[in-house]
């Protein structure tokens, strides 16, 4: 089956205490991205990938890394969380860019830092 | 003023109504997307327009670029069409609308 896995989906965690969240994608796409979604703020991106070892910021990078040395991974890291990183986050895959069939969502890691 | 305007924040309807949800956008863009999100929380892709007008079973997307507008129908609506749809646009890097949260009673 043709998806997105996010890994875990749910973390709870202490300020400070290096985080990883992983993203999987078993179409070959090329492109992939982190967004979080806020209450009252919506969906924003973090980071995005257009190919393996090319990554850019998204509008909030603050206090998040992510790398891509394989097509399939694109793990999000914080290196030491605070609470304000409470948030949904989403991870996504296309076909160039979203500009053929749309993005492929995973399911979403609920984390909460206290 | 956000980049992405979604209208109605909030629409409640009867089932079988025909339901329109708009989307405004102030930059120029590549490419629009209609996104639902189920009450369960996962996010699935429904439209990607860069002209004129997709369908998609009970679905339609029209957007006009000239008026920077879009937008989402969906006829003869059914308690499971509720969700929240979201307006994105941009191709590699997105702005999101801030939602339309749309129930339908049966």
């Known amino acids: 089956e043709a998806q997105v896995t996010q890994n875990p989906r749910y973390l709870i965690t202490v300020t400070g205490k290096k985080l990883t969240v992983t993203c999987s994608q078993n179409?070959?796409?090329?492109?992939m991205s982190w967004y979080r979604q806020d209450p009252g703020l919506g969906l924003r991106q973090i980071y995005y990938?257009?190919?393996?070892?090319?990554?850019d910021k998204g509008d909030v990078p603050e206090g998040y890394k992510v790398s891509r040395k394989e097509k399939r991974n694109f793990p999000l890291i914080l290196e030491s969380p605070s609470p304000n990183q409470t948030s949904l986050y989403f991870c996504?895959?296309?076909?160039?860019?979203?500009?053929?069939?749309?993005?492929?969502f995973g399911s979403g890691t609920r984390l909460t830092v206290v | 003023k956000n980049e992405v305007e979604q209208s109605p924040q909030n629409l409640t309807a009867q089932e079988g109504e025909f339901i329109t949800i708009n989307c405004s956008y102030s930059v120029g863009i590549s490419a629009l997307h209609w996104l639902q999100q189920h009450p369960g929380g996962g996010i699935v892709s429904l439209f990607m327009l860069s002209s004129g007008k997709k369908k998609h079973g009970r679905l339609i997307a029209t957007i006009n670029i000239q008026e920077k507008h879009s937008s989402l129908h969906i006829t003869a609506s059914h308690p499971r069409d509720s969700a929240v749809y979201i307006c994105?646009?941009?191709?590699?890097?997105?702005?999101f609308g801030q939602g339309t949260r749309l129930t339908i009673n049966p």
């Open positions: 994105a646009v941009g191709a590699q890097k997105l702005v």
């Open positions: 990938s257009m190919n393996v070892e090319v990554t």
């Open positions: 179409m070959n796409h090329e492109y």
């Open positions: 996504a895959s296309s076909w160039r860019q979203g500009l053929e069939n749309g993005y492929t």
